[in-house]
């Protein structure tokens, strides 16, 4: 109970004061409140019961200056202290527009998304817009991550000049670099282009290590829709992974992986749509996959929604994989909705292992995965969503996970 007590009541503290705040100063204070207690066994068979408070709170024309507040983030711990259930602040952040002419401003921990890399970053965000044909924009601060000990001297920098170009090609350039407690990790360019024509939308992304001197990340594709029934995509992906320059891992040769794909989509009747997929992996170390997907799904439009997909995966090596997804989910009424669904994988691994020469193993994996869902829609802006899910495999056995989470929307 206590440690429910410090988990719920500085939420709650901060939506009241913000509710006063925004009577007083003429704001608007949106969000949303979502109270989770999860609980499964650990692979010591312990029972872990994480709970988590997250908020999402967005705060708009602060003291009628047009400032707005984003925020979301998460209070957490676990009631048995068998997992590490850590809070994380995902982020929070003063934005303004026109805060000079052309000039509009984020203050405080973003995500930063470019060509060139990403990150969360504890810093600033300047976008200098319509400087004739392009877009300018700077970013720089602290490079926040959840998993590792923040330093002070953990620095990202960067930029991006984008723009519109005759009519219908979009173009990014930007740049990235990344400090390692003071020693400098990556050093990033991208490229991002997209050409829209009529029914054809033909895309490519670049990533350019220039620490190491090779291109990280290419993507190339297109999509055609020749009509309101038909989508057609294909696309082409490259991947190398990046080490930063002060991990021990950078001296090490990695493999690239490579994948040719092919996906067409096809809307039978309003919210229900039909696809297929085929794609071709590409590896170096082991022999080339070959994986095909196929399903229908039903979006909710009255009261019925689901999936049914099947996947096929083989390669020369015997390392196949069949697999089935299905998922049905049912509106008894307005207050009421349930679901009932699986996800069953067929994983064949066939490992070897040399002792004296003639010794060999085969390891055989399979996995099950079955749960139920129910969701309650008390007002509007309440509601109460619960599952509980058995999942199998001969690789780690079973177990038991449920979950419930409280929803307030404000």
């Known amino acids: 109970m206590r440690m429910w007590l410090k988990a719920a009541l500085p939420l709650v503290t901060l939506c009241l004061t913000f509710g006063f705040v925004s009577q007083a100063l003429a704001v608007t204070v949106s969000g949303r409140t979502s109270t989770v207690l999860e609980w499964f066994d650990t692979a010591e068979e312990e029972t872990a019961v994480p709970l988590y408070q997250y908020l999402n709170l967005n705060v708009t024309n602060i003291a009628d200056k047009g400032w707005h507040l ?4 998460r209070l957490s711990g676990d009631l048995n202290d068998e997992v590490d259930a850590d809070s994380r602040l995902y982020y929070v952040y003063l934005q303004k527009r026109n805060l000079l002419k052309k000039l509009d401003l984020k203050l405080g921990r973003q995500f930063i998304i470019t060509a060139a890399g990403a990150s969360l970053v504890d810093g600033i965000y300047l976008d200098y817009r319509n400087l004739g044909l392009v877009n300018l924009a700077f970013f720089g601060g602290g490079d926040a991550t959840f998993y590792d000990g923040y330093h002070a001297d953990d620095t990202v920098i960067g930029g991006e000049l984008y723009g ?35 029914e054809l939308d ?45 991990s021990i891992y950078s001296v090490f040769a990695v493999d690239e992986y490579q994948e040719l794909s092919l996906e067409a989509n096809f809307r039978i009747d309003n919210g229900f749509n039909a696809f297929g997929r085929y794609v071709h992996e590409y590896y170096e170390s082991v022999d080339d996959a070959n994986v095909f997907e196929a ?3 039903k979006l909710r439009t009255l009261n019925f929604s689901g999936y049914l997909i099947g996947t096929y995966r083989g ?17 008894f009424s307005p207050k009421a909705e349930a679901g009932i669904g699986f996800h069953y994988d067929v994983l064949e691994r066939e490992l070897g292992f040399i002792s004296d020469g003639t010794d060999s193993r085969v390891d ?25 899910e058995y999942v199998q495999s001969d690789l780690w056995d079973e177990y038991t ?4 989470r409280l929803n307030i929307l404000f």
């Open 70 to 73: 984003r925020s979301y983030g």
């Open 164 to 198: 519109q170009f005759f009519g219908t090609l979009a173009a990014s350039i930007s740049y990235m670099q990344k400090w390692d407690q003071g020693d400098l990790s990556h050093e990033l360019l991208g490229l991002d282009l997209e050409y829209d024509v009529r």
């Open 202 to 246: 033909v895309y490519s992304e670049t990533q350019f290590s220039w620490l190491t001197d090779e291109v990280t990340y290419f993507v190339l594709g297109g999509n055609y829709q020749p009509n309101t029934k038909w989508t057609l995509n294909t696309e082409y992906l490259y991947s190398l992974p990046v080490f930063s320059s002060t």
């Open 295 to 297: 399903g229908i799904e």
């Open 315 to 331: 390669d020369d090596d015997g390392q196949d994989l069949y697999g089935a997804k299905a998922y049905a989910a049912y509106l």
């Open 364 to 388: 055989d994996t399979t996995s099950q995965r079955y749960w139920i869902d129910a969701t309650t829609y008390i007002t509007p802006k309440l509601n109460v969503q619960g599952k509980l």
């Open 401 to 404: 996970r449920g979950r419930v």
